[in-house]
């Protein structure tokens, strides 16, 4: 289908609207690796297990650069137009809707695309253009085709341990991405995460660091994911607000980790031991 100038009207996709910046606790070099790359017109690949903080970087940096940021869920149903847009019908005439990643574009935003290994191939392959040093994204459906402004940035991520054979990423399409491994901060920057996130005190916040830390290193049990940054905020938080520590970490802690009573079992025994100190 294409449209003509006279019945063209844009429909405005969700955006995430500028606040205060929020808190981001930095693990190594990655604030100035991300500038970089967005200063050099460069795509960024961020890899790591769930919870480790790899969102609330993405917001904080385009916050700190100021750009728009546009953040899409990738799943198996995600199609091309649900990225770039589509003609949308209403009071008889035709509109033109962008997709999240042509509004990013047009603005010279961010564009951030979650969990990006659930997408279909034929749905990334639209970012080939768009992540080489083309920097073009064509609108086969319109016939336009927009070259990126030097601010807008594309950024993916994904979760390795999540990771089969078929859900890889195309090698073409990896080797357009600069890469950045997460992993959970180390325990000093992780206790101020806790403080900052859920204004538990120090000691506690640490006790939990040392809980998690301890829960992390159990190997034996045959634990899919280890206890994230987020459920340590999510255990503080229920802490914090009066509830009994340990059925807190059962809750935030335990649970989530396992259907397994057994496993379960294993797991409270060492929060117990934590907390019984
Ligand atoms: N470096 C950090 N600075 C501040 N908060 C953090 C940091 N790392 C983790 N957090 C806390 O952990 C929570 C989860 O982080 P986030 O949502 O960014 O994880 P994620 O890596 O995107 O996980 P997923 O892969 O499941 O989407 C945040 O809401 C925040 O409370
Ligand atoms: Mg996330």
């Known amino acids: 289908m294409r449209h003509n100038a006279s019945n063209l009207a844009v429909a405005p996709a969700p955006r995430e609207t500028e606040q205060a910046l929020p808190f981001y606790q930095p693990a190594a070099h990655e604030i100035a690796l991300f500038e970089h790359a967005w200063r050099n017109q ?35 149903d995600l199609s091309a137009a649900d990225l770039i847009g589509r003609h949308l019908i209403g009071d008889g005439a035709t509109y033109w809707s ?61 979760n390795p341990g999540y990771q089969n054979f078929l859900k890889s990423m195309k090698p073409s399409t990896r080797q357009r991405f600069v890469s950045l491994r997460f992993d959970f901060p180390a325990p000093a920057a992780e206790q101020e995460i806790v403080m900052a996130e859920t204004g538990i005190d120090g000691p506690a916040a640490k006790r939990l660091v040392s809980l998690a830390q301890a829960l992390r290193a159990l190997r034996e049990h045959d634990l899919e994911e280890v206890a994230s940054t987020r459920l340590l905020v999510y255990a503080a938080k229920l802490i914090q607000g009066g509830f009994d520590p340990l059925e807190a970490c059962r809750a935030a802690l335990v649970e989530p980790l396992t259907d397994d009573e057994e496993t379960a079992a294993a797991l409270m025994e060492v929060v117990q031991t934590l907390f019984a100190r």
Do not use: N, W
């Open 98 to 158: 962008d997709g999240p990643l042509t509004r990013a574009v047009r603005e010279g935003g961010i564009c951030y695309l979650d969990e990006v290994v659930e997408a279909r191939k034929d749905t990334t392959v639209v970012l080939h253009p768009l992540s080489d040093d083309r920097r073009i994204l064509p609108i086969e459906r319109t016939g336009e085709t927009l070259q990126a402004p030097p601010e807008f940035m594309l950024v993916v991520s994904y």
């Open 42 to 76: 460069l795509p960024l690949l961020i890899k790591g297990p769930t919870g480790c903080g790899k969102t609330r970087f993405v917001s904080y940096m385009a916050q700190r650069l100021g750009r728009p940021l546009y953040t899409v869920a990738c799943h198996d």
